[in-house]
């Protein structure tokens, strides 16, 4: 197996990784500014539980907690919809 071979056998992961440093490198907002705007676009996309497990460490590292979570549902809630809200609020929880 070439050395090639090895960096691509999570190209999904590592594709999104990079993308995740980008958006850290190039925005001015704080970590946790940039992770409450990414929690609130997960709901408003309608995001599956995975895309959250994704950001769960990062936001944990910015400082995010679950009530903070829950206070972003709750803001967002009157443009989402309360289905989205419902199903991202399980989706949080698990």
Do not use: W
Not at 36 to 44: D, F, G, P, S, Y
Not at 86 to 93: D, G, I, T
């Amino acid at each position: 197996m070439s050395e090639n071979e090895t960096e691509n056998d999570t190209p999904v992961s590592d594709t999104l990784l990079v993308m995740t440093a980008a958006s850290l490198d190039n925005s001015d907002l704080s970590p946790r500014e940039l992770m409450i705007a990414r929690i609130a676009a997960l709901v408003a996309v309608d995001a599956s539980a995975a895309s959250y497990v994704l950001n769960a460490i990062p936001a944990a590292d910015s400082g995010i907690t679950v009530d903070d979570v829950e206070d972003i549902l709750v803001a967002v809630a009157p443009v989402v919809g309360t289905a989205r809200i419902v199903n991202n609020h399980l989706a949080c929880v698990r």
